[in-house]
């Protein structure tokens, strides 16, 4: 649905601990007592109440500190699905970017506040995302202690294997939140960074949450923790040209149903990027050695131009894995390959044997050249990020 110069992708109604089996519809007042809703078209009045500060029990729907209204046309749309904006019923609206109304900087008293806002689908999930559609917005709030917040750069712990406590019981997987947060990495979706004021960081709020922004992921990987259990991690970047980042929805369908400046032709926008510095003598003499061809499915590109493949870094060269532009750390592989590698689809054993991490099958051995000398150390590491 069209909504500004942004579209949302759909309408998520989230349920709150199962309360939907009560036949009889509840909401929550200002005061957090559960009651009857009132007869449609009547008003039932709000009882004010004083606003708590940090460290005291976080009562649900407050409204943000400072944060505008929500739009009129977002509120009636939310209204439309369910009751209204109840506790119990929240119908939460995915979007990807900017959230009108709500800039970066805008602080807000608790998750309620934050849910309310559309900024954040969930009072306790630190991820707001799914597997089919990404992640649109993280909170950071001291709920691991393997995070590191750099301001402009966050490696971020994904969600799973804790107790009640906050204790590491078991491993995490690569699914729900955290395999949304992989899918907003391959798609290029912004995710919407929230600071509480429990995040051990110079850059958290002193109290409540503060909105700080739009970030990209650019990396994950898992990392096994000093008490054995594996975490997944992910690396974001911050985005300071929001205007690249406006529209990330559906396809909108018919040419004729879109609005006009989504036909226009595309602006440019100048920035400044910082970028590995890469060796062309290393993907050269990779490509030439193997002729372009992958070393794991052996084929090829074939374009007008002629043969094409790219040149995948076995451990990774970017922070945190830091590995060395060189042969002995490169592949020839093709884009679905390298794609399939660079995210933990396969890896590698020590006699270079292709395995599929999924099912854990042997796929095949990797294809090699004379001159083409593969460092097992790196092997070894691009392995460690992915399986125990």
């Known amino acids: 649905m069209p909504l500004g110069?942004?579209?949302?992708?759909?309408?998520?109604?989230?349920?709150?601990?199962?309360?939907?089996?009560?036949?009889?519809?509840?909401?929550?007042?200002?005061?957090?007592?559960?009651?009857?809703?009132?007869?449609?078209g009547s008003t039932t009045p709000t009882p004010q109440r004083k606003s708590q500060g940090r460290g005291k029990k976080h009562h649900r729907g407050h409204l943000p500190i400072s944060a505008p209204a929500r739009p009129a046309e977002l509120a009636d749309s939310r209204a439309s699905v369910t009751t209204g904006w109840h506790d119990l019923g929240v119908a939460y609206i995915r979007t990807f970017g900017e959230i009108p109304g709500h800039p970066e900087g805008t602080t807000y008293e608790d998750r309620e506040a934050l849910r309310l806002a559309g900024l954040h689908a969930h009072k306790q999930n630190g991820i707001s995302g799914t597997p089919a559609e990404g992640a649109d917005a993280i909170v950071l709030n001291g709920g691991y202690p393997d995070d590191r917040d750099e301001g402009d750069t966050i490696i971020y712990t994904g969600q799973g294997g804790q107790d009640s406590r906050g204790r590491q019981i078991a491993d995490q997987e690569l699914t729900s939140g955290n395999a949304g947060l992989v899918k907003s990495q391959i798609d290029g979706l912004p995710v919407r960074v929230i600071r509480g004021y429990e995040e051990k960081s110079e850059h958290a709020p002193a109290?409540?949450?503060?909105?700080?922004?739009?970030?990209?992921?650019?990396r994950h990987w898992f990392k096994e923790r000093d008490d054995g259990f594996r975490v997944l991690q992910f690396r974001l970047e911050k985005i300071y040209d929001t205007e690249i980042v406006r529209d990330f929805g559906q396809d909108t369908g018919d040419l004729e149903s879109r609005p006009?400046?989504?036909?226009?032709?595309?602006?440019?926008?100048?920035?400044?990027?910082?970028?590995?510095?890469?060796?062309?003598?290393?993907?050269?003499?990779?490509?030439?050695?193997?002729?372009?061809?992958?070393?794991?499915?052996?084929?090829?590109?074939?374009?007008?131009?002629?043969?094409?493949?790219?040149?995948?870094?076995?451990?990774?060269?970017?922070e945190p894995h830091n590995g060395p532009d060189c042969?002995?750390?490169?592949?020839?592989?093709?884009?679905?390959?390298?794609?399939?590698?660079?995210?933990?689809?396969?890896?590698?054993?020590d006699d270079l044997k292709v395995v599929d991490t999924k099912t854990q099958q042997v796929i095949g051995k990797l294809n090699t050249h004379p001159k083409h000398v593969i460092d097992l150390r790196y092997v070894r590491q691009h392995r460690s990020y992915w399986i125990k």
Not at 10 to 35: E, M, Q, S, W
Request: glycine share 6%; hydrophobic share 35%; aromatic share 8%.
């Open 327 to 349: 042969e002995e750390n490169a592949l020839c592989l093709c884009p679905n390959d390298h794609l399939r590698f660079d995210h933990g689809a396969l890896y590698l054993t």
């Open 207 to 218: 109290a409540g949450y503060r909105y700080d922004g739009l970030y990209r992921v650019v």
């Open 260 to 318: 006009a400046d989504n036909l226009a032709p595309t602006t440019r926008t100048e920035q400044t990027v910082n970028r590995l510095n890469r060796r062309a003598s290393v993907v050269r003499n990779i490509k030439k050695w193997h002729n372009n061809i992958c070393q794991i499915c052996r084929m090829t590109i074939e374009l007008p131009s002629g043969p094409a493949s790219e040149v995948a870094h076995i451990q990774g060269l970017g």
């Open 5 to 40: 110069n942004f579209w949302v992708r759909n309408v998520v109604i989230i349920p709150d601990r199962g309360f939907y089996a009560a036949k009889t519809a509840l909401h929550r007042d200002a005061f957090g007592d559960c009651k009857p809703l009132p007869p449609s």
